[in-house]
């Protein structure tokens, strides 16, 4: 194991709890973690390895390692975090929905932006839970993420998007690359930083860049933002969703 972040931390598999007796391992939920936070490991390998039914196979520091580990493991359950070691984990979203399609994808983070939500959820996400949750509100969100349902923490409110932003960009003919020049603007990042995460040259960035107002009718950034996530505006769900419980305590 090592202790210092940007690294991958103990890749063992270790049975969690009793379920894993009795040779019933095959039936856990196998989980990999992407955090570059040393602290963030440690917190969830031992809340799930307290926790009957689970087993934290590996996890990561760095994207690329995530990556790795996603390749061989095929967990049954990611956890992420927004930016992983400088690098976006709304990419490594969409690249683990290509890669592993079984794998539910749950970003666990402590940033309550409504566009990055957006985002996250654009990519196949099914899960957007927050840090500072209590352990039993944390885990009801796995549960059913795994289960295939769609789980939100409730302070981010009782609604969900109206439009996503993949299917604007399905509609307006964007391509697989547009779409991902799209997600990074929507985090806030500039040509350069773009160029760096998708490691592409800068120029090349700009032409998608060009490509997605074009497409979008957009007249800057701020505006095709707006366009592709319906200007930002949130309706009421009309449907039953899984949302969880309003946590009483805080995890810290």
Known sequence: MHDHAGTAIATLARPAGPAAAGGARASLVRVVLA???????????????STPGYVLEAAAGTVAMAEQ?????????????????GESGVSLC?????ASPATAVVLLTSREEPLLIQSALSAGAVGYLLKNSPAEALL???????????VLDERLG???PRRSAVDSAAELGLTRREREILDEM??????KAIAGRLCIS???????VKAVFRKLGARDRAHAVALAVGSAQYADASAPQPWLPRPRTAVR
Do not use: C, Y
Request: hydrophobic residues 40%; proline residues 3%; charged residues 25%.
């Open 35 to 49: 955090d570059d936070s040393p602290l963030m490991h440690l917190a969830v390998r031992s809340m799930l390895s």
């Open 69 to 85: 580990l996603i390749q061989r493991v095929r967990p049954d359950l990611l956890l992420l975090e927004a930016v992983i070691g």
């Open 94 to 98: 969409r690249w683990t929905r290509q």
């Open 140 to 150: 009801t969100g796995f549960r059913l993420a795994v289960g295939g349902a769609r």
């Open 158 to 160: 009782r609604q969900r």
């Open 186 to 191: 929507m985090l806030g990042l500039d040509n």
């Open 202 to 208: 800068e120029e090349t960035v700009k032409s998608h």
